[in-house]
């Protein structure tokens, strides 16, 4: 999900959607300064915040965000590793 704060432009990662709207948010890359979105990508507006409509793929590089496609089977294949 992209969505702006006092803090700036912020992408949060989350692991499902429950009556349209986010939930289990377990990591957000903050104060962005750009985010790259791969065409192709869809995504639903929720009050001020977007979001993808299918998985996607999200990589953040020093103040960047880039947004990429996935395949069902490379979601299927996602380790969760507590930290």
Known sequence: MIFEN???TN???CTAIANGRPSDLFAVHTRMGSIKIEDGIEFSTVGKIRISNRPVAVHGEEDV???RNTTPAAVRNIAI???
């Open 6 to 8: 006092e803090e700036g």
């Open 11 to 13: 992408v949060g990662i």
């Open 65 to 67: 965000v880039h947004i």
């Open 81 to 83: 590793v507590p930290s």
